[in-house]
């Protein structure tokens, strides 16, 4: 390494009591940024889960909808319209509704019912237990095995229970990759039964899954919807859709950045604070170097490198508790819904970058301003 | 070596504005142990400073080794300061959170020197005054005469053509100082160089090749002053 790197660390590092409120100062924010926004990933990536579980490549529905968990019904002439778009290979319908599970010991659970296509069984869980083919048996449900399976008294294949007062059969066991966020336990059935023993209203198509031909039928079959009045939207499309709603729509976004910045702002306040002190704890001897013949350029060079050697030891000690203390509450809370991304980690990032140079301009603000003729004065 | 002309400086604006130095003529050859002497306040400080390419005057010129160094932009005059010129500031800028032989390897790592080579280096100075022993303590755990020594041994590790010393005395006691100065005159000195040195001990004076004098930024004839030769 640079020699006059290696002095800049040593300063830095043996002024163990600013060196340790720095890189706690920082570690401390970009801990809490990482874990605001992780938070906030975890819970739209959860609010998706529909989205992602069911796992279509489009999606119709009625253009009101901007979450999963509210559908609109359509009329069953939309389905038919549908699939006479050119670049539609197939389309099916699908129902997601909420059931009210009566268990037997007379409580009631809500649990969230899909209904899939039943010819196709288009969009259907990975069997753990029992035959996907059972879904064709009577008053047969599937049961999804995630973290709110608990919820029905651990059923298993062939327990019975109660949905919406009808008799409900359990014929399998499935596993889904998200568990969705409310903590509803999700069972499947057909699209046909769903809609026979759920409370019916006028439509019952609540999402139609289509599958075009090739990527490039895409646009064009989301225009063709747009002209019959519905939305079509790609998986993702779907899922920026729920992330829009929820940042913009809820006050969850909001007090999330809001949280973020404040994380940001003591940190920068900390660091930068903390930071002034150590180059003014210093600002002599940086004094006498000028006055034996280094540049500015080179004093810069050194305050940046300790300015950012703090930031990167902090944002590698944050991140690392955020996602140990992330780890950690998934051990404990298997719905515990927060995941670090790379967003979040770029984010971070970046906020402690910029607390870094932050500090280093203040640092070298305050150095580039000595002046070696008072450090010879005394 | 040195060769100022003219050297006027002055300080503040309008009615505050003072004149530390008068219009001085100053000339130094190798080998010369130069003393500046005068009273508080007499523009000691300042002369030396803008001969040592610190401070820059309101007018005059300043040459070292036939360089006119206040021709200089500021990188340049820096670099010119590293290569040539040694400090040893009254109170001695050591940096308390590295160890003393760090400490005296800083010119070397300011000329891009490697590392291992610059403590090397440091050593073998720190060894010239007498204090190989302390090379990993940080200065402070070192007496005031030892933290001189050390400032010494920063300032010559590059083999500097000009020395300058600010005050060398002052935070020492007699003895101490004296012991120092004369070390400087036995050790340091040498026909391919120069020292200037700014004091007011007079204790110390009897080290000099030659005493300048200063009196309201002027240099003064001097009276009374011995002269060592
Ligand atoms: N930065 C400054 N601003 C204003 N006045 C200054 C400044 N530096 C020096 N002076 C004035 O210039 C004059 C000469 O100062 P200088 O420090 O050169 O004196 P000196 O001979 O070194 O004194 P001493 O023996 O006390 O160190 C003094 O009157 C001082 O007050
Ligand atoms: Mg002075």
Known sequence: ?378 | MLKATGVTKSFGEGASRMMALRGVDLAVDYGEMLYIVGPSGSGKTTLLSIISGILRPDSGQVFVKDQDIWALDNDTLAGFRLQTIGFVFQDYHLFPRLTTAENVAIPLILRRTPWAQSLEKARQTLSIVGLEKRESLPPYKLSGGEQQRVAIARAIISSPDLLIFDEPTASLDGDTGRKIVSFVKENILNPKRAIIIVTHDSRIYEYATRVVHMEDGHIVPAEGVADAH
């Not at chain 1, 009625?62 to 778009?85: C, F, G, K, W």
């Not at chain 1, 699908?94 to 969009?123: E, N, P, R």
């Not at chain 1, 062939?158 to 596993?175: C, K, M, Q, S, Y």
């Open chain 1, 1 to 378: 390494m640079n020699g006059l790197l290696r002095i800049a660390l040593k300063l830095l590092l043996n002024d163990r009591g600013k060196f340790a409120t720095l890189v706690i100062g920082i570690t401390f924010s970009a801990f809490l940024m990482t874990q605001m926004t992780s938070m906030f990933s975890g819970i739209l990536y959860q609010s998706a889960a529909n989205i992602i579980n069911v796992g279509a490549k489009m999606w119709v529905m009625d253009p009101a909808v901007e979450t999963p968990q509210n559908s609109i019904p359509m009329p069953a002439y939309v389905l038919d319209a549908v699939r006479s778009i050119p670049g539609v290979k197939f389309a099916v319908p699908l129902y997601i509704g909420a059931g009210l599970v009566k268990l037997h010991d007379g409580t009631y659970q809500a649990a969230t019912i899909i209904g899939i296509d039943d010819a196709s069984l288009f969009g259907r869980p990975r069997m753990i237990a029992g035959h996907i083919l059972d879904i064709y048996k009577n008053n047969a449900f599937i049961m999804v095995k995630d973290t709110n399976y608990a919820k029905l008294d651990d059923p298993k294949v062939g327990t019975t229970f109660e949905i919406n007062d009808h008799r409900a059969v359990v014929v399998g066991l499935a596993r889904t990759a998200v568990p969705g966020l409310f903590g509803l336990p999700t069972l499947y059935t057909t699209y046909s039964r769903a809609t026979q023993d759920l409370p019916p209203t006028r439509y019952e198509i609540s999402y139609i899954l289509v599958e075009p031909k090739g990527r490039a039928d895409i646009l064009p079959i989301e225009a063709a919807v747009h002209r019959l009045g519905y939305l079509a939207l790609t998986d993702q499309e779907f899922i920026a859709r729920n992330d829009r709603f929820y940042e913009f729509k809820t006050g969850m976004g909001t007090n999330i950045m809001m949280m973020t910045l404040i994380s940001f702002l003591v940190g920068l306040s900390i660091a930068g604070e903390t930071f002034y002190m150590f180059i003014l704890d210093n600002i002599e001897h940086f004094g006498a170097l000028k006055a034996i013949g280094a540049k500015s350029g080179e004093l810069i060079q050194m305050i940046v490198f300790q300015a950012l050697v703090v930031g990167f030891l902090g944002f590698g000690f944050g991140v690392l508790l955020s996602a140990g203390l992330i780890a950690l509450a998934k051990l404990q809370i298997p719905n515990y819904a927060a995941m670090v991304t790379y967003i979040s980690l770029g984010l971070a990032l970046v906020m402690v970058l910029i607390i870094s140079m932050f500090s280093s301009y203040i640092g070298i603000r305050k150095v580039t301003r000595i002046d070696p003729f008072d450090v010879f004065r005394g």
